[in-house]
Structures are given as C-alpha cells and as structure tokens.
C-alpha cells in the first residue's frame, strides 16, 4: 500500500488474480485505448508463446506456436462480459491493466514466481534487450499441436503429458516432460529470439 513500483520479467506469463472472495474488477487497456472498461473475473493473464502451454492454456486461453509474433490476453473465470474468451493480440501490443474498486476487492499479480499484492495498476510490454535458450525433448516438440494419426490434438496430448520447467544453477530455463517417473532429461534445442522469450512487467501497489 506504498505507491512503489516494482519491475520483473516474466517468461510465461503475467498474472492477475483477486486476493479475496470478492471478484475482481479490472480495465483493461490496449495500446493506451481502452478495450473492456470493466472485466469481472478471477483475474486475467498475458501469455507468450512459450507460456501459452502453461496457465494459460488452463484458462482456456490458445495455444501460440513458438514462432508467433503474438501475445494470449486470456481471462480467468470472467463473469462479465460473460462470453469473453480473451484475445490474441501482436507481441509488440502494451497491455495495461487497472484495479476497479482496488480497496474493496484486492488484486495481485505474479510475474511467473514473482508476486506483488494489492496492485493499482500493472503495464506489460515485451522486453526485446534480453534473450533465453529454450531447451526441451527433441521426441516431443513444445509447439507440437498437429494431429498426431490418432485423433488426438496438441490440446489432448497436454491432458496426458505436462510441460515441466525449472532453472538450472546458472540460470538458464530447463524444458522436459513430466511422466510418472518425474521429468525426464533434456536437451538443447533452440535459441528463442528476444521477440519470443520475456514479458516486461511494471507493477504500481495503492497508495
């Protein structure tokens, strides 16, 4: 409740989620216009490409190919307007969202493990000074999402094999499959451009 700002990068995704029983109420901006003047919901999240495999594709929200220039706004459990599914929006769109009614209906937001509550408003646009090395199976392909022969879809198969990810001891993102046994060995794969890897988030607390 300080009025600071906190910055953060984010690789999946940017979250916003209420804080309370209360649903939150959030504007949401696009470019600087103003796309919804009020979402009810659980909350909201941007997705990358990389991240839309992940919290997002649990909300609903699509499934970008790697390669896409494009960024998932996907709602949360929204409750107004009731058949808003989300957008996909160009990677190089700023995002803005603003608390409705922060006092009485609290809203955090998690830049992938980094959290900051009672948020006023947060500002996402991507980072294109920084760059990651995506590393992930070679016999199963993040941006799998064709029909595999068997009727089964990209969306199916996620239901059976989760995406795991974790940071190794010098900092570099580490992709594999979860299966019963854990997650299994990966191995080096593909440079991400900086257009595709990072989130970068502008968070500012109530006053």
Known sequence: MSGETHRSAAINEVSLLRETRQTAKIEVLVNGHVA????????VLVATPAGSTAY?????????PLQAKMLA??????????????????????VCFRILEAENRPV???ADQVEVRDVAKVEITLDRERSLTLLFDPEHALDD?????????????????QQAQHID????????????????????????????????VSIRRNL
């Open 108 to 110: 955090s937001a998690v």
């Open 36 to 43: 919804l003047p009020e979402l009810v919901c659980d909350g």
């Open 169 to 200: 001891r010098h900092g570099r993102v580490m992709y594999g499959t979860l299966g019963p046994t854990g997650a299994r060995p990966v191995a080096p794969s593909v440079a991400l451009r900086p257009e595709h890897s990072l989130n970068k």
């Open 145 to 161: 999402g064709a029909d595999d022969g068997q009727g089964q879809s990209g969306r199916q198969q996620h239901d059976h094999e």
């Open 73 to 94: 706004l996907t709602p949360i459990s929204p409750f107004r307007p009731r058949r808003w599914s989300g957008a996909i929006l160009p990677d190089d769109t700023a």
């Open 56 to 64: 997002n594709l649990s909300a609903r929200g699509p499934i970008l």
